[in-house]
């Protein structure tokens, strides 16, 4: 794609020593930047580039393969310990970089469940580089994890799910007491959400995600500058063995996570996207969190037939954002 007044370009950033795949894509170079954090950890984004071509009208757009994740991975695996503080550091880097590469005091900060972690820990160490601060699937900590398997097995069981019903009953709390109790747990929550009655027998949820995969499934148009030639993943961007890897390495520290213990003080504007129907990151506790923080300026906002990854709903995600950011001036 041409970008006249703007950029496209795929690179690989020095992060702690090692080389992360990094894209840079916007139509005008005087939109602001937008850094989008993915989650997982381990679920790489940069891939699904195409899916927000729109976003790309309105912001300089930045994806990043962190480490465990995407053509980072495949390009050097094994890169060491992946702890949140690492991902937070490399993620403080890469800023410092765009700041100097795209000749800019601060950028916009989003991310997406497992990412919004490591977000709201950046935005915390270094506010002065952030414009704001958006949260979408945005974790809270284990109360989150609690909350969220009630509610599935509420759902089992007004769809009569025995099965479900008996596998989301014999799991404990986090921590979990072994990373098979932590997949079923994901797997369950995921599905039995996603099953909410329909007239039609198919959720907006399930259509959109049919689409999304199918578009995914497309032979990207040349040149891709989006992908990491030679270190290419699945045309998805995810790698299944890559990223149940990155999720067991991480999963003590990150299921064990607060967001309370970073404080309820944050010096830059926060504003949380939930999909309504999202289980494993509950609306109750996100609409919790941000109505007790202080804030520059603060809102939240559901986002209706979403589930946990509200990125199948990006065109009512990007109208949120920028509904929300023009507040800002």
């Keep these: 794609m041409e970008f006249p007044a703007g950029i496209d370009d795929g690179e690989w950033v020095n992060l702690s020593g090692i080389p992360n795949w ?3 894509r916007g139509h005008d170079l005087r939109n602001p930047v937008l850094l989008f954090l993915h989650g997982g950890p381990g679920a790489a984004m940069s891939r699904q580039a195409p899916i927000l071509s729109d976003w790309e009208h309105h912001f300089t757009l930045v994806q990043w393969d962190q480490l465990g994740a995407g053509s980072t991975a495949v390009k050097t ?3 060491g310990p992946l702890t949140l503080n690492r991902f937070v550091a490399d993620g403080l880097s890469l800023v410092a970089y765009l ?3 795209l000749q800019v005091d601060r950028i916009l900060l989003l991310g997406i469940s497992a990412g919004s972690m490591i977000g709201v820990e950046m935005i915390q160490r270094h506010p002065d580089w952030f414009t704001a601060y958006i949260g979408t699937a945005q974790a809270v900590g284990r109360r989150g994890a609690a909350v969220g398997t009630a509610l599935a097995l509420e759902r089992a069981r007004s769809l009569g799910d025995a099965a479900a019903i008996a596998a989301l009953e014999a799991l404990e709390p986090p921590p979990f007491r072994s990373f098979t109790d932590f997949l079923t747990r994901q797997r369950l929550v995921h599905s039995v959400a996603m099953r909410h009655l329909s007239p039609t027998g198919v959720t907006e949820e399930q259509r959109r ?3 999304f995969e199918a578009r995914m499934a497309q032979k990207p ?3 891709a500058h989006y992908i990491a030639h030679g270190y290419e993943t699945a045309p998805s961007g995810i790698d299944i063995e890559t990223t149940l890897a990155t999720l067991k390495a991480t999963l003590e520290e990150f299921w064990a996570w607060e967001i309370r213990d970073l404080g309820r003080t944050f010096a830059v504007p926060v504003f949380v996207f939930q999909g309504e129907n999202d289980f494993n990151t509950p609306v109750s506790c996100a609409r ?3 109505g007790e923080i202080r804030a520059p300026a603060k809102a939240f906002a559901l986002i209706p037939d979403s589930g946990h990854n509200t990125l199948i709903f990006h065109p009512e ?4 954002l920028r509904q929300h950011l023009s507040t800002l001036g």
């Design 288 to 290: 919790e969190w941000v």
């Design 22 to 24: 990094v894209t840079i």
């Design 209 to 211: 995600t049919a689409e």
């Design 99 to 101: 700041r100097d590469r």
């Design 317 to 320: 995600l990007l109208a949120l």
């Design 221 to 223: 148009a040349m040149p």
């Design 77 to 79: 695996p094994g890169a």
